[in-house]
């Protein structure tokens, strides 16, 4: 039941930025995100992928899949 699973939360740098699928590596996880998932950066203001840089702090939640990637509801930028 994935209902009461819960969220786990990953802080850290990103690494591997690949915009193009939507995917980076964040302390040895593989991140991935979608339309569906908000970006905000450290002020709170939503922002698009487009301005997320490999080496910035960021913080994310969403949901461990079976095939151990970690999918992001939300991607927030952290002041580093």
């Known amino acids: 039941d994935s209902s009461n699973m ?4 990953v802080y850290g740098a990103i690494e591997k930025l690949d915009r193009r699928r939507s995917n980076m590596v964040v302390l040895g996880y ?3 995100w979608d339309e569906e998932t908000t970006i905000k950066d450290a002020d709170k203001h939503r922002i698009l992928s487009s301005k997320l ?8 939640q969403g949901f461990l899949r079976n095939n151990g990637v970690l999918y992001a509801k939300k991607l927030k930028l952290k002041r580093g």
């Open 53 to 60: 840089e490999n080496g910035m702090a960021i913080k994310i």
């Open 6 to 9: 819960e969220e786990p939360q």
């Open 30 to 32: 593989r991140v991935t």
